[in-house]
């Protein structure tokens, strides 16, 4: 690692062969951690599966920048789709319900993305609240979202939508939309562009184990 020491140059040791690289201060803890081909996992990223939780799965080309977490629990699983890149400090947070990736989405440094909400009685410390969902993550194909936005329980964001910077994502996003704000709404769309031409499916329902190793 001498002649590649900071993040962006070291990608390319990924792709010197199909095990890609995984640093040696990053922290992989859990039974079905699946891996494909030239992912990228950098400096003190965590990715931990709890014994109770569904698998995390990582699609082919996939990077995962410095100190991004990964956290699955009960009733939780994280897929990641082929050539997706997830930036530095990035929380992806698992429970109750999945969360989904697809293909070539770029997530920004400092997103949160938890698919679970915790109660707010009155009646229990915050710390005794039961977890709820409204139900899965699902971020389509090509989907950008800015530095620092947070993506909250029962929110698909469709096919290249964009969410701008310090944005709080709480309800649908259609597919080639600009949404921003807190909570974000579509103020545009991507009339510049098309939509990619692969479907979500291939890259969150990942249909060959073979082609990932295991951990």
Known sequence: MWWAPSYLQRHCLADLN???FISTRATLIGPTIRIGANVFIDDRVLIHQALDAGSVTLGNRVHLEEDTHIVNGAGGAVTIGDDSHIHRGCQIVSY??????????????????YSYDHGISSKKHCGDQELTTKGPIIIENGVCLGYGVIVLSGVRIGEGAVIGAGSVVTKD?????????????????????GPTDRPVAEGVLLKDDSDFGQI
């Open 173 to 193: 996003v259609p597919a080639g939309a600009i949404a921003v704000g807190v909570p974000a709404r579509v103020v545009g769309m991507r009339t510049d562009s």
């Open 96 to 113: 109750k319900a999945p969360i989904q990736i697809g293909l070539r989405v770029e997530i920004a440094a400092r997103c949160a993305l």
């Open 18 to 20: 199909p095990w890609g």
